[in-house]
């Protein structure tokens, strides 16, 4: 079975630096994008960053945030510096991939890793 196992997240001060980690748990046969994504208490789900075959983010983390993948494609971290409360909210790796060679791409997600920024 295929899980996507997180971790890094905690409480910082703002201004502070945060890394945020999720690796591939299971046998993979190929991964299409990886990305993160953050939800804050009463607010949908937003794309934070994501990598492929071009790199995203979103405006409010550009120049902040990176976003990079080990060589085997099965690891996505996410380096967070300058934080602010605003970015408070719980952070969720995506992976978009085929877990066999029949497969069809879908999305997985991680379990949710709290991020807590205090002013």
């Known amino acids: 079975q295929v899980q996507l196992v997180e971790s890094g997240g905690g409480l910082v001060q703002a201004g502070g630096s945060l890394r945020l980690s999720c690796a591939v748990s299971?046998?993979?046969?190929?991964?299409?994008?990886m990305g993160w994504y953050r939800q804050a208490p009463g607010k949908a789900r937003e794309l934070v960053a994501s990598i492929g075959i071009s790199t995203n983010y979103a405006d409010s983390v550009k120049g902040r945030f990176t976003i990079s993948g080990g060589n085997a494609k099965t690891t996505v971290y996410l380096q967070m510096n300058s934080l602010k409360p605003e970015d408070t909210a719980v952070y969720y790796c995506?992976?978009?991939?085929?877990?066999?060679?029949?497969?069809?791409?879908?999305?997985?997600w991680g379990q949710g890793t709290q991020v807590t920024v205090s002013s």
């Open positions: 299971g046998r993979i046969f190929s991964v299409g994008a």
């Open positions: 995506n992976f978009v991939m085929k877990v066999t060679s029949t497969d069809t791409s879908r999305n997985y």
